[in-house]
């Protein structure tokens, strides 16, 4: 399963030395919908959902389709979180958070590649509810097994938040919870990551934003602005919750580049490649990106063919003479046929790169 997962990702994600930061989002897709996947969208941020599928069954205003639908444009993915969030007390109830939690999700979202699991903060688990965890928790509970048996990529609560990138952190690794983190504290993590390298994650539960003591709306898009400005001077890289866990700082960012023809040079008009590579890692979030600079305006798209959820999306800036990041980021379904980037403008660009995050 880990082969697997790791394959369908490009194997390892490289970060050129840089930091990362990857986003996580616990369940409350209207919340989600409504007041963050706009922010989400404006920065073109990847994001993982971690999700009950009990709920979105019986529950959720937002359904699977929608859910796929949000997860192909805006370059999310999906993690099992449990089927219902509930505590566990015996085999029975083990069995059917953990693997009837899977299987649903995939049922419901036959276009997405789903091996992760993200292990819900709860009371009782059955010995895997401990804080901070250690490996043992998973190998030598019932629980703990059942989730090893079924998923390449887990989340859970051992020690320390920040972690280093070597492509060791498949199993276990922990988050920042930033419901509360108010007064630009989020900022503070994202600095410290920075300064010493590191990866972190962010997660946040969309239905507390904007209550009395937590996170407002308005703190959440200056945060998620503050990490995209990083991004976009090359300070540090932003990935899905996967791709946080396997990634390498000593291999270049291009390190898996899907394209084989796209390197820097001048531009006049319009380029475009169809990526062939890209039909062997689907189902997972992709990123298209380029630096340009140059007079006019420049536009950056990628477009991908599907039966069940086809996908074009843009980002367009106005050129200058000095270099400007350009990216699109999207989740191409199981079922692509063809994905094709594409750069129209006139000026310079330091080689266009399309890979799996």
Known sequence: MIAAGLAQRGEIIGTGGKPAIALRFDHHLDDFRVKVLPILEKYRLPWGQMINSGHLIESEATSFHELARMTHDYGGEVWNHGWSHTSVYSAEEADREITQGLVDLRAGLPSLWVDGWAQPGQSDYMGLDRTPFAPEHYYETYPGRLVLSQHAFVRGYYPGVFHELKGQNLIGQAHVTIDKQVD??????????????????????????????????????????????????????????????????????????????ASGGELRGEWESEVSRALNHLG????AEVWVSGTGTAILTVEVESGSYPVVRTHSVELKDEPQRMSVVLTAP??????????????????????PL
């Open 334 to 355: 199981l079922d692509t046929t063809s994905v094709t980037v594409r750069l129209t403008g006139n000026g310079l660009h330091d080689g266009i790169s399309y890979q």
């Open 184 to 261: 630009g504290r989020i900022n503070s993590y994202v600095r410290r990551a920075v300064s010493d390298g590191t990866g972190v994650t962010l997660m946040l539960h969309p239905n507390y934003l904007d209550l009395p003591g937590y996170l407002t709306t308005e703190e959440l898009d200056k945060s998620l602005g503050y990490i995209a400005s990083l991004r976009d001077q090359d300070q540090l890289e932003v990935l899905s919750n996967t791709g946080i866990l396997m990634a390498e700082d000593d291999l270049p960012e291009d390190y898996g580049d899907l394209l084989t023809d």
């Open 284 to 287: 997972v979030p992709h990123e």
